[in-house]
């Protein structure tokens, strides 16, 4: 008999009581069409302050490093899953331009995370076989 120490159904996660791990769906990141969508979105800081709206430190490490020009609404997407597990931020970074906005966005939020004392997972990027 198999068994399992964690889910990456959010819903039965939510349900069951499950630990979620892995990674956002691609659908996730899909639907985020804008940074707007993350505007408000807060996280707990565990190095004091209370809860810390996550979109700023994100926005303010994107301009230190001159990334304006990864995707709006993947790093809407990440700044949104970050904020809803916070220690468990596993990013699926091939939704858009791997490299050029993916990698950077989840960097831009992983800087933020540990600014507020939580640790990000990492990224995922599936294994694609072309014949």
């Not at 956002?24 to 804008?34: P, W």
């Not at 993350?38 to 707990?44: F, H, I, S």
């Not at 931020?89 to 600014?115: E, H, K, P, Y």
Request: charge should be negative; glycine fraction near 12%; aromatic fraction near 6%.
């Amino acid at each position: 008999m198999g068994g399992f120490d964690a889910t990456s159904n959010v819903l039965a996660g939510k349900l069951l009581g499950v630990p979620i791990s892995g990674t956002h769906a691609h659908s996730f990141v899909m639907g985020h069409t804008s940074l707007h969508l993350a505007e408000g979105l807060r996280v707990t800081s565990l190095k004091g302050g209370g809860d810390v709206k996550l979109q700023p430190l994100v926005l303010k490490y994107r301009r230190d490093h001159g990334w304006g020009e990864s995707n709006d609404g993947e790093l809407a997407a990440f700044t949104d899953y970050a904020c809803a597990f916070p220690d468990a931020c596993l990013c699926l970074i091939d939704t858009c331009a791997t490299l050029c906005s993916g990698l950077r966005n989840f960097i831009l939020v992983a800087l933020a995370l540990d600014d507020l004392g939580h640790t990000p997972r990492g990224i995922g990027i599936p294994l694609i076989l072309i014949k």
